[in-house]
């Protein structure tokens, strides 16, 4: 990868995931790394610039940073909290907080930064009042006299005490002035021109081993599949690991999609069973997990064990995985094998993308994600087969009247779930299914999407009397981050 880049300091949060992937997105790279990452670890990685976002909390607010910001050398842009700390560091005296969870009308200033800007409204979350050091000065100002923006000019350090919001085009055009004529940046990062490289880079790290992979319908293990495919041949092999817990057809897609369209060497391992049996009489959502994930490393070491000659395994991690710490899908491997994870520099869009250059079928790269632990968390409750086929067939249900309607491709998420509520109908006591479609791929802000109703009334006719044991259906409007996506 080219050292032609932008770091993204987290301070805790989700403002530096938002801002890497929104650079990202206007062709410029970017990696994230802790905020209190060693300054020669910063040096090291010779970015063109450096951005600061997140940490509100007023513990993080008031301390300063832990590296001097000058002595770097390059290009600083802080956020939020970040600025505050910034301002901190560069030994600006605090005179208190001046606003607090509101909008106020700011005037931009004339600088590179806000280049081609207008004055408008913006949210804070808190403006503070600083006595700027010598060479710092206000680079935006609002009617109360509050300073929410600071610069040194001169050293192209930025302080905005206000974050690049969603779909904001003046927060982007923020963004681009910062990383292209600020920093210089080369706008050239596109999954295209990385791909080749990338297989390359497989290449040499797989060297003349055997891989094995565990797959699913989700696009990031298909996508890592599709690569290694590409770099070794047939010397890669994938693992379905059927635990009786897919949506319906979900098998068949997989079967359909590896073997036949990408034409890969599948392994298929009928767990079922054994699942719902390490499963019976749990409740508990994390227990359920966790027993999951031990369930899938246990099958997977065996298979890898029943291969024989295979010395690598890989997995589709990516970036926000990297990032959120994810816990790696099958851990406690066996002694000396290696763990490739060629995707964990890529965002889930850039995923796509290299899938799409690869020939990865659109229909695969497009789906909807689906976690590992599959319906077991969505069948609210002890997983039972008579439960998981309920859930099963409603799921498909909803799946298919989505479709129909041509949504599907304009819904992040979309899913049915099995409450442990019962409630009276027409042919007795049954389940009460929720209904969940979340409008944004967005980890933090995902809006719950306005379902058409006639949509909705169809779903809930065929659910009612195509599904025995569930008598009523509900629709889930409340989006995030007002609560999480799985109801866990």
Same mark, same amino acid.
């Given at each position: ?5 932008? &770091? ?6 989700n ?30 990685? =010779?970015?063109c610039?450096?951005?600061?976002a997140?940490?509100?909390?007023? %513990? ?42 509101n ?6 200033q ?5 280049? *081609? ?11 503070d009042?600083?006595a700027?050091?010598?060479? #710092? ?16 000019l %001169? ?12 779909n ?23 999954? %295209? ?7 390359d ?16 319908? =989700? ?12 770099a ?12 009786? &817990? &897919? ?6 897609f ?36 966790? $027993? ?11 298979? #890898? ?22 816990p ?14 060629p ?5 889930? %869009? ?13 229909? &695969? ?9 599959g ?15 309920? @859930?099963? *067939? ?8 989505v ?17 442990d ?13 929720? @209904? ?26 065929? $659910?009612?009397?195509e ?22």
């Open positions: 990868m080219s050292n032609d880049l932008i &770091l993204v300091l987290d301070f805790g949060g403002p530096a995931y938002y801002t890497a992937r929104r650079l990202r997105g206007e062709q410029y790279y970017c990696e994230i790394l802790p905020g209190d990452s060693d300054p020669q670890a910063i040096l090291d990685r =010779n970015p610039g450096l951005i600061l997140g940490g509100d909390s007023d %513990e993080l607010s008031s301390a300063p940073l832990s590296f001097d910001p000058e002595a770097l050398n390059l290009p600083v842009l802080a956020f939020g909290g970040a600025a505050r700390r910034l301002a901190q560091s560069i030994g600006a005296v605090h005179q208190g907080i001046s606003l607090e969870s909008k106020d009308f700011v005037q931009f004339e600088c590179d930064l806000f280049a *081609e800007l207008t004055e408008n409204d913006r949210f804070f979350d808190r403006v009042g600083y700027l050091p010598e060479g #710092y000065r206000e680079i935006a100002v609002t009617p109360n006299g509050l300073v929410p923006a600071f610069a040194c %001169e050293k192209h350090i930025y302080g905005l005490q206000f974050y690049v919001e969603s904001d085009p003046d927060g982007l055009t923020i963004l681009e002035n910062f990383a292209g004529a600020i920093c210089g940046c080369p706008r050239n990062w596109a999954v %295209e021109n990385y791909a080749p490289a990338l297989v880079q497989t290449r040499a790290d797989v060297g003349n081993a055997r891989v094995l992979i565990p797959v699913s319908v =989700n696009v990031d293990s298909a996508v890592t599949a599709a690569l290694l495919h590409r070794i041949g047939q010397r890669l092999s994938c693992l379905f690991i059927d635990t009786g &817990l &897919l949506r319906k057809g979900d098998a068949e997989i079967r359909k999609s590896y073997r036949d369209q990408m034409g890969v060497n599948l392994i298929e391992v009928d767990a079922r069973e054994r699942f719902l049996k390490a499963l019976r009489g749990v409740q508990d959502p994390a227990e359920k997990r966790r $027993i999951l994930h031990d369930e899938f490393s246990a099958v997977f070491a065996e298979q #890898y064990i029943k291969a024989g000659d295979v010395e690598c395994m890989a997995e589709g991690t990516i970036y926000p995985d990297v990032l959120h710490n994810t790696r899908l099958v851990s406690n491997m066996i002694d000396g094998c290696r763990c490739i994870e995707l964990r520099l890529l965002f889930k %869009e850039d995923a796509r993308a290299l899938g799409r250059w690869l020939g990865v079928p659109e229909e &695969l790269i497009s789906r909807p994600s689906f976690e590992s632990c319906l077991s968390v969505r069948c609210l409750g002890e997983v039972t087969p008579e439960r998981l086929s309920m @859930l099963r *067939e409603a799921d498909a249900i909803f799946r298919q009247e479709e129909r309607a041509a949504l599907s491709r304009r819904i992040a998420q979309y899913f049915a779930i099995l409450t509520v019962r409630a009276p109908g027409k042919n007795g006591d049954g389940y009460v299914c929720v @209904l969940r479609a979340l409008g944004s791929s967005n980890a933090g802000k995902a809006p719950a999407f306005k379902l058409p109703y006639d949509l909705m009334e169809a779903v809930v006719q065929r $659910i009612t009397s599904v025995p044991g569930i008598t009523h259906v509900a629709y889930d409007i409340t989006g995030r981050p007002t609560a999480s996506v799985e109801w866990e």
